[in-house]
C-alpha cells in the first residue's frame, strides 16, 4: 500500500522492548519519530499505546488495533480486525504510519511499502521483537549512522522492490 509505512527501533537481535517499555533512550531518534509522524495518522497496537505518553500522539491520529473501546485522555480510532483497519487504508488518500508494537509490525509488515529502521548495534534483554524479514526483498538506503551515550546506531529507509 502507497500510503502505509512502518517505522520502529531495532536492536541486533530485532529487540523492540521488555515490559512493554523501550531499551534504550535514544533523544534524536525520538526526534526522528516525532518529524516522521507529526500530522499523520499512526497504527499502534494497545500496549503501545498504553506504554507511551499522550505527547507521543499530540498532531496524530491514532489507530489502535484492540478488541476493546479504549478510555484514554485524547482522541483515538479503534478498530477491532486487521481487516476492517486494511479496507479503511486502503481507502484513504492520507499517509498512514505503523508504529507499534510487535504484533502490529508482524500483521502490517505485508503491507508496507516502506519501512524505517532505526537499527541499534547492541544485544539487549527483551520479550518482543520485531518481525524476521528477508532482507533480498527490499532496496536499503542509509539516512545515517549515530552514536549515543556508547550505543551506535544506522538508520535505513527500507523500499520494497516492484516485481518487474
Ligand atoms: N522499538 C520500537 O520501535 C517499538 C515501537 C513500538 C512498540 N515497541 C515495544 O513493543 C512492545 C509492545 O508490543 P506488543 O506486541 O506486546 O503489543 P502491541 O502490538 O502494541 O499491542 C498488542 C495488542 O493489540 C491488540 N491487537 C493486536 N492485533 C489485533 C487485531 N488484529 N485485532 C484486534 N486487536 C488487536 C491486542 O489487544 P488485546 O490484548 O486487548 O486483545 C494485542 O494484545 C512494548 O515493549 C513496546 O515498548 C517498540
Known sequence: MKNLSLIAAIGKNREL????????????????????????????????????????????????????????????????????????????????????GASIYQQFIPYVDTMYLTEVDEYFNADTFFPEFDVNEWDVEVLGEYSYNELNYTRNKYTRKRVK
Not at 479504549?70 to 480486525?81: C, E, K, T
Open 17 to 100: 522492548g521488555l515490559d512493554n517499555h523501550l531499551l534504550w533512550h535514544i533523544p534524536e531518534d525520538l526526534v526522528f519519530y516525532k518529524e516522521m509522524t507529526w500530522g499523520k495518522n499512526v497504527v499502534v497496537g494497545r500496549n503501545t499505546l498504553f506504554s507511551m505518553p499522550s505527547k507521543a500522539f499530540e498532531n496524530r491520529t491514532a489507530f489502535v488495533l484492540s478488541p476493546d473501546n479504549l478510555d484514554v485522555s485524547f482522541d483515538v480510532n479503534s478498530f477491532d480486525s486487521m481487516d476492517k483497519l486494511l479496507n479503511y487504508i486502503g481507502t484513504n488518500k492520507d499517509e498512514f504510519m505503523v508504529i507499534g
